[in-house]
């Protein structure tokens, strides 16, 4: 038997006695033909994804300015987790939601408003990978472990965001770890970025999001294309 076959838990003998849909030549030829069109568009979107890195031409004439200068950083509150529930109160944003964008958990307990955080605000979660989002969720409270970064008038929140996700990623490629890897606010504010001219941080801001308006139209067309080859298989074998 086949290493890879074993590994899998395939027996080669029932294998023999597998049946697949057989066409006329013809028709397999056109079928693989599409099926293969439709990986190249996959797999050029995905090396396209898997290889962007915003590509950002740093000015020798900029200052760099510690986080702590440009932002308040607000850290959430340590609510009760017995009062979390799926449907009753104020929705919470907990470290898990920070990748997704949105949360499921809400509430049911009285709570400080200053922990209410509106939509589009900056967000960090300080435990396991650092992520960042710009919120889109609706108006929630901001558990423990998650901070806000609120910036001042010398930096467009936009640009703020755009800056300083690779600090964090490299702080935490660098924080050793037995469990769960932990950034503090002080690390945060710690961080340094480039402060351009506001107009010039405008510049930077339009042209990056025009390049992730591509990387975005990538990844609908991996997802588009791979649900395309799935349903012309589907309907190879005659599924529904």
């Given at each position: 038997m086949s290493p890879r076959l074993a590994q899998a838990g395939v027996n080669p003998k029932h294998?023999?006695?597998?049946?697949?849909?057989?066409?006329?030549?013809?028709?397999?030829?056109?079928?693989?033909?599409?099926?293969?069109?439709?990986q190249k568009i996959i797999d050029g979107c995905r090396q396209v994804v898997e290889n962007y890195?915003?590509?950002?031409?740093?000015?020798?004439?900029?200052?760099?300015?510690?986080?702590?200068?440009?932002?308040?950083?607000?850290?959430?509150?340590?609510?009760?987790?017995?009062?979390?529930?799926?449907?009753?109160?104020?929705?919470?944003?907990?470290?898990?939601?920070?990748?997704?964008?949105?949360t499921t958990t809400k509430y049911a307990g009285e709570y400080d408003d200053k922990f209410l955080i509106e939509n589009g605000a900056i967000?960090?979660?300080?435990?396991?990978?650092f992520n960042i989002c710009i919120w889109?969720?609706?108006?929630?409270?901001?558990?423990?472990?998650?901070?806000?970064?609120?910036?001042?008038?010398?930096?467009?929140?936009?640009?703020?965001?755009?800056?300083?996700?690779?600090?964090?990623?490299?702080?935490?490629?660098?924080?050793?770890?037995?469990?769960?890897?932990?950034i503090s606010v002080k690390q945060i504010k710690k961080i340094k970025i480039p402060l351009p001219p506001l107009a010039v941080q405008k510049e930077i801001v339009k042209e990056i999001e025009q390049e992730q308006e591509a990387i975005d139209r990538c990844k609908w067309l991996i997802e588009t294309y791979t649900k395309k080859i799935q349903d012309r298989i589907d309907k190879v074998w005659g599924a529904d």
């Open positions: 294998l023999k006695n597998f049946q697949i849909p057989l066409p006329p030549l013809a028709v397999q030829k056109e079928i693989v033909q599409e099926l293969d069109g439709y890195k915003p590509m950002i031409e740093i000015d020798p004439s900029w200052e760099m300015v510690e986080l702590g200068e440009l932002c308040e950083v607000k850290s959430g509150y340590s609510f009760k987790s017995e009062l979390f529930n799926k449907s009753k109160g104020k929705p919470l944003i907990r470290i898990r939601d920070i990748k997704p964008n949105k967000l960090i979660g300080m435990d396991g990978e889109k969720g609706e108006k929630a409270l901001l558990n423990q472990r998650v901070c806000n970064i609120i910036p001042n008038k010398k930096v467009l929140k936009t640009f703020v965001f755009r800056m300083i996700n690779e600090p964090l990623k490299k702080i935490e490629k660098n924080t050793d770890a037995i469990t769960v890897k932990h």
